[in-house]
C-alpha cells in the first residue's frame, strides 16, 4: 500500500540539497524534497521498491538540480521534472522492482530497470505530461511517448512486464 | 615471482609501444575502431553490475553526444586524455563508456569526428522524436562496456 502525497504547502526543509539559490524554483524544489524526505522517514506507509525508489530520486536530485551537473554542461532538473518523477514513483505498481534512477543531460529523470545484456526498459520523466519510454527486448525494440495522468500510461507498463519478463 | 606477475597485472600499459598511441585514425573510421564516454557522474552507471545507464548517452540539448576516439590508446592514456580534456574541478573521472564505431551505426546515428583536441567526435543525426533518441541511447548503453577509473575506485 503507498500513499505518497505531495503537499505543495509544505515547507518542511530537510534534504541535503547542494542548492543556496533563493529563486522561486529552488523554493518550490525545497518544499519537494522536504515532503518526500518526511514521506521516506515518518508516517507514511511505503514498500520497499518505493522507498528504494524515493531514496534514489532524493539522490538524483541532490546532484542533479544545479546547472552543469555532469561536468560536461547539462541542464538541471527542474523542480516541475522533480514533481512529475515524484509522482510517477507513487503511481508506479508495488508489485515492480524498484528501478534505478538517474538524470539526463535535459534535466529529465530516467527510471530504468534492467535485465542483463539486451533487456532493458527506460522511462523519461520531465516537466510536462508527456513521458518518453524505450524498451529493449533481446532483438526486439519499443519506444512512444505517452501522457502521464493519474496512472501509469498502460503501454509503459505492457512494455514494462515484456521487458522483466 | 609473485611480486612481478602482481606488478605486470597492476601496469599492464607500462610496456606498450609507444608507437600504439601515434595509430591512424581513419576517415570514416573503421567498424571495430573503439570510442570512449568520460563519466563524471556516478549516476550514469552501476556499479555493482558494472553496467552503464541510458541517461550517459543521451544526448544535451545541442543534439550531440562528446565521445572520443581511443583507438592505439593504452588504458593509461585513455585515462590521461580524459583528464586533460574532459575533467574539470570539482568533478572526478569516474569512469568511461567504451563502444565500438559498429554499436553506434547499428542504432542508426552517425560519429563526427570533431577536433580539436585530435581525437574528439561527436554522436550525431540522432531522430527528432524523442522517445526514439531515448531508445538509441538505451541501445548504446546495452551495447557499452563499463570502465572504472583506477586512480578513483581502487
Known amino acids: 500500500m503507498t500513499s505518497v502525497a505531495l503537499d505543495p504547502g509544505d515547507v518542511t526543509w530537510v534534504a541535503p540539497l547542494n542548492d543556496h539559490g533563493v529563486s522561486e524554483d529552488a523554493n518550490r524544489l525545497r518544499r519537494l524534497l522536504g515532503g518526500v524526505q518526511r514521506d521516506l522517514t515518518v508516517g507514511v506507509s511505503l514498500t520497499a521498491p518505493h522507498r528504494v525508489a524515493l531514496e534514489a530520486l532524493l539522490d538524483t536530485l541532490a546532484e542533479a ?13 527542474s523542480p516541475d521534472a522533480a514533481l512529475r518523477a515524484h509522482v510517477f514513483i507513487s503511481l508506479l505498481p508495488t508489485t515492480l522492482p524498484a528501478p534505478d534512477v538517474s538524470a539526463d543531460p535535459t534535466g529529465r529523470v530516467h527510471f530504468e530497470w534492467r535485465r542483463g545484456q539486451g533487456r532493458a526498459f527506460v522511462v523519461s520523466v520531465g516537466p510536462g ?7 529493449l527486448f533481446g532483438r526486439n525494440t519499443a519506444h512512444g511517448s505517452e501522457e502521464l495522468s493519474d496512472e501509469i500510461p498502460r503501454a509503459v507498463l505492457a512494455n514494462l512486464a515484456r521487458a522483466l519478463g | 615471482m ?4 602482481r606488478f605486470w597485472r597492476t601496469w599492464p600499459g607500462l610496456w606498450a609501444r609507444p ?8 576517415s570514416p573510421p573503421d567498424s571495430a575502431e573503439p570510442l570512449t564516454r568520460y563519466l563524471l557522474s556516478t549516476s550514469q552507471f552501476r556499479r555493482a553490475s558494472w553496467t552503464v545507464k541510458a541517461s550517459a548517452f543521451v544526448p544535451g540539448p545541442d543534439g550531440r553526444k562528446s565521445v572520443f576516439r581511443i583507438l592505439g590508446l593504452t588504458e593509461p592514456s585513455i ?10 574541478p570539482p568533478f572526478r573521472l569516474h569512469a568511461r563508456a567504451d563502444v565500438t564505431v559498429r554499436s553506434v551505426r547499428d542504432t542508426g546515428i552517425t560519429l563526427d569526428a570533431d577536433p580539436p583536441p585530435s581525437r574528439h567526435a561527436d554522436l550525431v543525426g540522432w531522430p ?4 526514439a533518441c531515448l531508445l538509441v541511447a538505451a541501445q548504446l548503453a546495452d551495447a557499452a562496456e563499463l570502465r572504472l577509473n583506477p586512480a578513483v575506485h581502487p
Request: hydrophobic fraction near 35%.
Open chain 2, 2 to 5: 609473485r611480486f612481478l606477475e
Open chain 1, 65 to 77: 538540480t544545479r546547472a552543469g551537473w555532469d561536468g560536461q554542461g547539462a541542464r538541471p532538473v
Open chain 1, 129 to 135: 505530461d508527456v513521458v518518453h519510454y524505450a524498451g
Open chain 2, 128 to 131: 527528432p522524436d524523442e522517445s
Open chain 2, 19 to 26: 608507437s600504439a598511441e601515434s595509430a591512424t585514425l581513419t
Open chain 2, 79 to 88: 585515462w590521461k586524455l580524459g583528464e586533460a580534456e574532459v575533467l574539470n
